[in-house]
């Protein structure tokens, strides 16, 4: 049985894994209805889009294709997308937001979203409007939670200080390789490369707000070089995760999702998978706990050295 949590101040039950929509391009139909229906098997019920996803991938119009066909599925899953990124620009002006969410219920063939998030901090956002675009979302039922994404703990006070709506989660990129995150709280007051704090210590501000962490990328490197498992630049990385799988009798990939999972801020992965069986093996992270041993032995092996 998934663990189901409650996402920051909201009344939402989620599972604990989130099944991420942005590599639907690589499936039809009829496969993004099997990952959904390995997703309910294994009692994950929340899933994320962006309305992104729509230009780079038809990951919307996918799910509102299936939820056309079968439209018991409204009822079965959480859905949150986001919204702001634009081809070139960020764009969180009130207009914006608005049409976004518009495009997002017809592309996903829905009446409501659970949960609308800011994608990215835009530069030239006015919290001001971005309150109004909340206050008329909620007020005509087609948005029910808000909350931001990549965002630091600045941006989410300035944008709360005008929304009336708590602002339940930030969705961050995070993994045992990309880890900035953490490093900065083990780090602290060091000349090191990873005591340089990136994110106002957002871990901690949204433990004091009551806001959930979900994390993205949760077996990515980066950019350049894509998944670290089996990855050349991470050896020592891969043979400490081939040891710890073996002791668990589960994947390299369920150990790096495991990681995530031991933290004490019950942070959210997001699978971005729609291959069933993948899916089902990251699952299997919620079937184990780390030791605090095991923990440090596979964030030391990606080179980092405690101070």
Known sequence: MMKKVRLGSSDLKVSQMVLGMMRSSAADVKALEAVLEKALELDINFIDHADIYAWRTPAESLYGELVKARPE???KFIVQTKCGICQGYYDLSYEHI???????????????????????????MEPEEIAKAFDE????????????????PGQISRIQKCVRQPLITDQMQLSIVHSSLID????VNMKDEQAVMRDGS???????????????????AGWEEGCFIDHPNYKELN????????????????????WILRHPANILPIAGTVNPTHLEEMAKAF?????????YSLYLATGKKLP
């Open 202 to 220: 957002l871990l901690d501000y949204l433990d004091e707000h009551n806001m959930s962490l979900q994390a993205w990328s949760i077996i990515q």
């Open 239 to 258: 043979d400490k995760l081939e040891e710890l799988s073996k002791k668990y009798k589960v994947t390299k990939s369920a150990i790096a999702v495991a």
């Open 184 to 187: 900065q709280g083990i780090y």
């Open 287 to 295: 079937e184990l706990k780390l030791t605090r041993q095991e923990w």
């Open 98 to 124: 608005m049409e976004s969410v518009e495009q997002s219920l017809t592309r996903m063939n829905l009446e409501k979203i659970d949960v609308l998030l800011l994608h990215r901090p835009d530069a030239l």
């Open 73 to 75: 599925l409204k009822d």
């Open 137 to 152: 979302l909620q007020l005509s039922g087609k948005v029910l939670n808000f909350g931001v994404s990549n965002m630091n």
